[in-house]
């Protein structure tokens, strides 16, 4: 199926955090991100010219609230609404006020089936006059978002067939790294299958090797838990650090990853469900490797009506990707 519409990238990030000083130093002084502007109900914090990368919201119970994609115009936006519509989901308007809050000029939202987590897709995020300026760590872009979902198949088979997103690499019944097309990047979502939806990371690449091994150190000195890594994954080629942030949710540090070309890329591989396949060189993640980051839900939200939803195209998904795919 055709979809019609083009990603730009992942733009960014939305967490729910129990205390909100706290996060939104955590994520200033020791991830390394540029505070854009903070509110009481909202911080904005960025890695980029974008006016954030990164949101955080304060709430009872820490999680992801959404993810934002920036799809290449306009038009690609308003097509984008229609479509969704037409796959029988709700639409969520984003109002004016909150727009303009966000510096954002437009944008609309909708949740995934079965998981219920909030996807928005946006055009036209306001450019900051001062370049990010790197701290800590030298930042170069905001990664990546993986999450653990208990039906698998199903989870791939919509992202793949009813949202576009191209499948990099696929370990059977376990794992899918997802590039957004045509953006170029190995993936910037990934899913896990788990016991139940959850965020299992945020990702945020470096520029340099030399980032992974200092951010280790100053990690260890600072206190903060290392739940994976240093390593090496095969999957992305990319050399990464886990750690936890002040809720215990996932957050990573990656330098190095592959990119495709939109035309001809390579085709998938199908990679084999052992440890070595995380990480070539043999670390093993901790207990609390991505457990903690429960999904916000919306307040009407159905579950049963989202499962059905999510079934369309999923009987077909393990026996397709068990194959190469492009």
Known sequence: MTIPFRYRRLGYVALNVSDLAASSTFYRDRVGLDLSEAQDDVVALRCSRDHHNLLLYPAEVPGIKRIGFELESRADLDTARDYIAGLGLAIEVVAAAELKRL???AAFRFRLPGSGLCFEFFVQMMQLAQAYKPSVTKIERLGHVVLNVAD???ALG???DKLGFRVSDFVPGFAAFLRCFPN????SLAILT???DHLNHVNFMVQD???VGVAMNRMKKAEVEIVFGPGRHQPSESIFLYFLDPDRMTVEY???METFPEIQPREARLLEPVPGTLDAWGSVPTPAF???GQIEQAADANPSSAANAASAGAARVSAEHSGALA
């Open 194 to 196: 788990g016991a139940n």
């Open 184 to 187: 170029p990047l190995h993936h």
């Open 290 to 292: 991505g457990q903690i």
């Open 152 to 154: 698998f198949d199903g």
């Open 209 to 211: 090797i030399d980032d």
């Open 158 to 160: 919509f992202l793949t």
């Open 254 to 256: 990656s330098f190095g």
């Open 103 to 105: 510096r954002t000029v």
